[in-house]
């Protein structure tokens, strides 16, 4: 090491020892942890994919249908992935992680906020789901939800309510939020909590509801209240309190 880098470490190594120690605890407890996605890239990083459902796409049946789940899946969200890919082709987005692009996106073309926000919701929301859930939050999760909302049912309100009154499209979603507290948000079209926008309070989602015509349409028609009912007997609250537990890891 030459004079000039020993005094500039040294110079760095004064500075973190001035940092307190509190104010290090406080700022590590009042961000949650983002939980990445696996799977929603190519192995050499270059190229976004769109990952395989974890069921058959008639597994959610009658709940979610066979049909709705091959067009969502295989068109809607194969075209998120596609035009994502050439929003970032060439540009100094390429080759960054999802949730990289989405914590940023002000810095990109708007058609990374649409089709990088739709792949990743969409990855997401299909790990969430399963045909062989529990009806009942897992322990921690459970534990959460009712220090938040008071009961699970006045949780299963809020979220329902949140889906329901989202005007024309967009998402549910439950978040550990900056506080490390579970809070229900919607966002608009294909916004998500990552995105460090105006009006959208971030957090890390660990539980999140597609309310776009597409996802129901075709079995519920106008009825999205049904759909959001039906929902409930399909969600993974493994897979919730798998990255509830990933998000407030300190
Ligand atoms: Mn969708």
């Known amino acids: 090491m030459d ?7 040294a110079a760095m190594l004064a500075t973190a020892a001035m ?8 700022q590590k407890n009042n961000t ?4 990445p996605l696996e799977g929603v890239s190519a192995a050499d990083n270059t190229q976004f994919t769109l990952p395989p459902l974890p069921y058959a796409t008639d597994a959610l049946e009658p709940n979610i249908d066979k049909l709705t789940m091959e067009i969502h899946h295989g068109k809607h969200h194969q075209a998120y992935v ?4 050439e929003a970032v082709k060439g540009t100094k987005a390429e080759g960054l992680s999802l949730e990289k692009l989405l914590t ?23 790990q969430l789901l399963t045909p062989t859930g529990e009806k009942q939050p897992s322990t921690e999760t459970a534990k959460a939800i009712t220090a ?4 699970f049912d006045e949780f299963k309100k809020q979220f329902a309510k949140a889906g329901a009154d989202r005007f024309g499209s967009g998402w549910a979603w439950l978040i550990v939020n900056a506080k490390g507290k579970l809070e ?12 460090k926008l105006k009006g959208i309070t971030n957090g890390t989602p660990i539980l999140a509801l597609d309310v776009w015509e597409h996802a129901y349409y075709l079995k ?24 509830y537990l990933a998000a407030t890891k300190k």
Do not use: C
């Open 82 to 85: 596609n035009k994502l890919n």
């Open 184 to 195: 229900v948000i919607s966002t608009p079209n294909q916004d998500n909590p990552l995105m």
């Open 19 to 26: 940092v307190a120690p509190s104010v290090l605890a406080e």
């Open 148 to 151: 938040a909302f008071g009961s």
């Open 220 to 243: 519920y028609q106008n009825k999205r209240a049904d759909y959001i009912a039906a929902f409930w007997n399909v969600v993974n609250w493994a897979e919730v309190e798998k990255r």
């Open 3 to 9: 004079k000039r880098s020993f005094i500039k470490n």
């Open 104 to 126: 940023d996106v002000d810095k990109y073309p708007v058609a990374v906020r649409n089709n990088g926000g739709g792949h990743y919701n969409h990855s997401l929301f299909w």
């Open 32 to 35: 949650a942890n983002i939980v």
